[in-house]
């Protein structure tokens, strides 16, 4: 995956987000997610393109929504009998805030353009061909969020957050990837992320779930135990 991004940041990042971007993908999306899903509005041009955009939005913005319900899904498993569910909630709760904290001290650290200018008057490939890794320019250090494009942190909460089911519940393994390289898809295609951003946040939720799973994962929901399917916590 460390080669993917570095391929991604030297070949791939600047052509596919310009080709994105004047091609208007984001907004041609949008428009047909409206079209098939919800009924036409009544408005002028502009107020139906923002329209258009905050419907597709809602349903890609979920990992900070998530993010910040996890601290209360790990309150409530003391409160849970032992039992699949049980660890899978600790398991994904844990995973998650353990990916937001370490995303974002990336973002800082890697202090990466934008594709596009969307806060503080931020340089971008498409503002003006800003490209490049800046380091320790990020919030921390800067106060702002003006670079802070690597890594992905909705790819990488969404894998966060996918991964552990797939995980419990081992059947479902290839689907919860798919969902989240959904995700991170979504985020290239609406020019909010460059390719190897969304690599980048892939390798941080996956690895820190996968640390997590070994170190908090019992010994009763073994691998094992977990591909059975009639076996359950009290019989392995």
Sequence with gaps: MVVAIVVSYFFIDRSLCSFIYDHSLPQQICALFQIHHW??????????????????????EWPPILTGL????????????????????????????????????????????WPLTWTHNNP???????????????????????TGSFPSGHTAIAFASFLPIGLIYRRLLPFCIALAIFEGLCMVVMDYHFFSDIIAGALVGTTCTLLVKSTILPSDLSADALDSPDSSPGEN
């Design 70 to 113: 996890a601290p209360f899904l790990l309150l409530a498993t003391p409160f849970l009998k032992s039992s699949r569910f049980r660890t899978l909630l600790i398991l994904m709760s844990v995973s998650i805030l353990f990916t937001f904290g370490l995303k974002n001290e990336l973002k800082w650290i890697f202090s990466r353009d």
């Design 39 to 60: 009924p036409p509005v009544q408005a002028d041009q502009g107020d139906l393109e923002r329209h258009q955009l905050n419907l597709f939005v809602q349903l890609v």
């Design 124 to 146: 971008s490939w498409i503002g003006n061909h800003a490209y490049g890794f800046l380091w320790f320019q990020g919030k921390l250090f800067q106060g702002t969020d003006a």
